[in-house]
């Protein structure tokens, strides 16, 4: 008998069952967390531990390469709703903004690369892995902004603070990687040419992806549902041409919420909330970032891990208190503020495995230090960044949060 119309052996695991099990075992992971009233990241980046195993049983290499789909999707929306936030006509009315930018960007930048130094690594290694850990994570502070019903000085900050480091670290890390490429090969093109293709590149792609969604927004009905769904459509698209171009998706989706925001004409695209299908996304992001971050490394980087994490995290609060109370903000704020960049992870994690990938000596000498601080900062940073926003005073304690919700519900009857 012919029995071709039964399924094969062994089974494949396709990518809708893929990005199934992960939102679903993330949500009761997240939910888990809850209950322990923990940041229901924790629950979900525990969930990518646990499942690491598995799919290395399975034959499956790396979670991070198999559902890179996935990861850039998510952090696409991320990065447009990041770079959308970024109030340029804020920080020209306040210097003190973009100061603290800098200020904390560079400073951890130097004191990682200090530490790495004095732990004799190679100059341009430690300066690319410096590079990387200037960034802060936007989905941590997205999620925990979201889940705290944060709001006020603080939270803008943050938002303001964390789009312009990531800027700062793409550009840098593209400008290392062409002298990268020039100490490996000596090829002054290739050095030269790459890091402004990468650049010009990004800033283009953002640029006309604005364009175009200002465009159709004028021809089409001016509602919320409309535009989101154009919104969306137009960051997968980005996500697309950015990979198809061979251009960091990191860097073009933030021009690209960046023009969306600071244009004259910014009456076309309505203000959306994206959350609704970011959250499945964040979820999928953050289980496949703790199934690719190995907890061995955690013991294989050691003390020169957590010096990392520490190095990092001095910069970054110095350079916070030393600006942003000229800008207006108390201690407490100020403190409350520089909690919210502690938190390094999917962008981290995915810009070690980029550069990895393209320059390999990099991964053989410094991931497991640069990931043994990823993985300090992922379970520390989320429990930083819900400090930071109550102690700031933009968020409420969680039990005030609860009955407010709770007296929401019942004032309004659902």
Not at 149 to 175: E, Y
Not at 185 to 213: H, K, N, T
Not at 293 to 320: D, Q, Y
Request: net charge neutral.
């Amino acid at each position: 008998m012919n029995f071709t119309f039964l399924p094969t052996l062994p089974f494949t695991l396709s990518y809708p069952l893929l990005f199934g099990v992960l939102l679903v075992a993330g949500m009761l992971g997240g939910e888990l967390a809850r209950i322990a009233r923990i940041p229901r990241i924790i629950g979900y980046v525990v969930v990518g531990f646990l499942l690491a195993p598995f799919t290395r049983a399975m034959g499956m290499s790396s979670l991070l390469d198999e559902g890179r789909i996935f990861v850039d999707l998510a952090l696409g929306l991320v990065l447009f709703d990041l770079g959308r936030r970024m109030d340029l006509k804020w920080m020209k009315r306040d210097w003190t903004i973009a100061a603290c930018g800098f200020a904390e960007s560079l400073l951890a930048f130097f004191a990682v690369l200090a530490a790495l130094l004095a732990l004799q690594y190679d100059p341009l290694k430690a300066a690319l892995a410096a590079a990387i850990a200037m960034t802060t994570s936007p989905a941590v502070l997205l999620l925990i902004v979201h889940d705290s019903h944060s709001d006020g000085q603080v939270t803008d900050r943050a938002m303001n603070l964390t789009a312009l480091n990531g800027l700062v670290a793409s550009i840098l890390v593209t400008i290392l990687l062409g002298s990268a490429h020039y100490e490996a090969q000596s090829q002054v093109e290739v050095a030269f040419l790459q890091p402004l293709y990468l650049f010009l590149g990004s800033l283009g792609l953002g640029a006309a992806m604005s364009w175009i969604a200002r465009v159709i927004a004028r021809h089409i009905e001016k509602t919320r549902e409309v535009h989101f769904a154009l919104i969306a459509g137009m960051v997968v698209c980005a996500v697309g041409l950015a990979t198809m171009l061979k251009l960091p998706v990191i860097l073009a989706l933030l021009c690209f919420g960046l023009f969306a925001r600071n244009d004259d004409r910014s009456y076309d695209l309505l203000n959306v909330n994206l959350a609704p299908v970011g959250r499945l996304l964040y979820i999928v992001l953050f289980v496949i970032t703790g199934a690719s971050l190995p907890l061995a490394s955690l013991l294989e980087g050691g003390l020169a891990g957590l010096l990392v994490a520490l190095a990092r995290g001095a910069g970054k609060m110095t350079g916070v208190l030393a600006i942003a109370p000229l800008g207006g903000l108390r201690v407490r704020q100020a403190l409350g503020l520089g909690a919210t960049m502690l938190p390094m992870s999917s962008l981290a994690l995915l810009m070690e495995h980029d550069i990895s990938r393209l320059f390999p000596p990099f991964g053989v000498e410094l991931s497991t230090v640069l990931l043994s601080s990823i993985v300090v900062m992922e379970i520390a940073g989320p429990f930083a960044v819900r400090w930071g926003l109550r102690f700031a005073g933009d968020a409420a304690p969680v039990d005030l949060t609860a009955t407010t919700r709770m007296v929401a519900r019942v004032t309004t009857g659902d």
